[in-house]
């Protein structure tokens, strides 16, 4: 039997042979660009999603930076650098720079500004691969400081028996009683030999080397107030600050050595500048405002004469010692709220041989608005709280 091609089948032509050639290189050209597009998304994806993670390590670091920032105002002792002065008196920590947070990428800047009494402004910058963005704060701090004891020395102190005490005493040195009469804790480094306790290691250091350093601005409930400032004429006559609305406190200030002549009263607050004294030459009745002290003198407290009265219903500072001038036998010194004494060696008293009675008064112990430095932290109110990171 004989084969026969069928005279109807033809070979393709090479026309349909180009034809589909062209759509063989179609669907493969189609393949191509199908996964270079799938790889080209996922390597998009890959960019924007490392993009992301990085601008949130930024986010991160710097929501870091303000907790640090905020750790630091409330623990100022343990700042990495000075503490600085704000304009508006408070003692804090100023913010650094090229902070690195051990393992983790990036740098941190951060500022912080006093812009109010107890109110701080912190801008935290995040910077990870040459970009950055900042966050902002603003915090408030309650401070003052109560004392617990009638007296508090900073040194040894020498007392004679014509010291009373009520309330107790703490020296960060030795007590010597001499028939000095007291009552509460005695706390001291001699404390059990005279009947009290050795002062605890964890005993309250701070004691302030610079306490005006803002005037002649003071703060009271939260506000900026200017005191008065006295002139160099001795002063025999009750000091009155008429102007209520800048100053209603009555506080006054004197950068010269203030000398009480004859009879004054005092319905607020006397503080010497720059290691001024003061002198009682006559009688000095001081009654500060409820939280001011009553007395700051950054250098000596003289009573010169005999018969002389000095009262202080208030916080009352000395900077260097509780002196007599002249014999001073029938004199008394009567302080009731509570004694800080900033000497810092030697004995207290100095030629006074008058009568000092010390009275611990709770409601009269607490002090704020012109020592910072000694100022405890009693609460931290976060105001504001920007952590969204904007571009700088």
Not at 136 to 150: E, G, N, P, R, V
Not at 230 to 258: E, I, K
Request: with cysteine; aromatic share 8%; charged share 10%.
């Amino acid at each position: 039997m004989t084969f026969r091609p069928n005279p109807t089948s033809r070979r393709p032509s090479t026309r349909q042979r180009g034809i589909a050639m062209i759509l063989v290189l179609v669907v493969v050209a189609a393949a191509s660009i199908m996964a270079y597009g799938v790889i080209a998304s996922a390597t998009i994806t890959t960019k924007i999603t490392s993009a992301s993670a990085t601008r949130l390590q930024r986010q991160y670091l710097t929501e870091s930076g303000l907790n640090l920032a905020l750790y630091y105002l409330h623990n100022p002792a343990a700042s990495p650098v000075s503490l600085i002065y704000g304009e508006y008196g408070n003692v804090h920590y100023p913010g650094e720079s090229n902070i690195s947070l051990g393992d983790l990428p990036g740098t941190l800047t951060l500022s912080v500004e006093n812009i109010e009494n107890g109110v701080f402004s912190i801008v935290s910058t995040g910077t990870i691969d040459g970009e950055s963005i900042t966050s902002s704060a603003t915090i408030k701090l309650d401070k003052s400081k109560k004392f617990t004891q009638a007296a508090t020395f900073l040194s040894s102190v020498a007392l004679n028996n014509k010291v009373t005490i009520t309330g107790g005493a703490v020296s960060l040195g030795s007590i010597t009683l001499n028939n000095a009469a007291t009552s509460g804790l005695l706390l001291a480094t001699n404390g059990t030999a005279i009947g009290g306790q050795a002062v605890p290691t964890s005993a309250d250091t701070r004691f302030p080397l610079s306490i005006t350093h803002y005037l002649p601005y003071y703060f009271y409930k939260g506000k900026r107030y200017t005191a008065k400032k006295m002139s160099n004429a001795p002063v025999w006559l009750p000091l009155l600050d008429l102007n209520f609305v800048d100053n209603p406190c009555n506080v006054w200030y004197a950068d010269n050595n203030v000398t009480f002549l004859l009879t004054t009263s005092l319905n607020g607050t006397l503080i010497t500048t720059n290691g001024k004294s003061v002198t009682v030459q006559g009688n000095l009745t001081v009654t500060p405002a409820n939280g001011m002290p009553g007395l700051v003198i950054t250098d000596d407290l003289t009573i010169s004469g005999n018969n002389r009265n000095l009262t202080v219903n208030g916080p009352v500072y000395i900077g260097d010692q509780l002196r007599g001038s002249g014999g001073t036998p029938q004199s008394v010194v009567n302080i009731s709220g509570v004694l800080i004494s900033g000497k810092t060696s030697g004995a207290f008293y100095s030629g006074y041989n008058g009568s000092t009675n010390i009275t611990y008064d709770a409601t009269r112990s607490t002090v704020s608005a012109v020592m910072d430095e000694i100022e405890d932290i009693n609460s931290v109110t976060v105001q504001s709280w920007n952590n969204n990171g904007s571009t700088p």
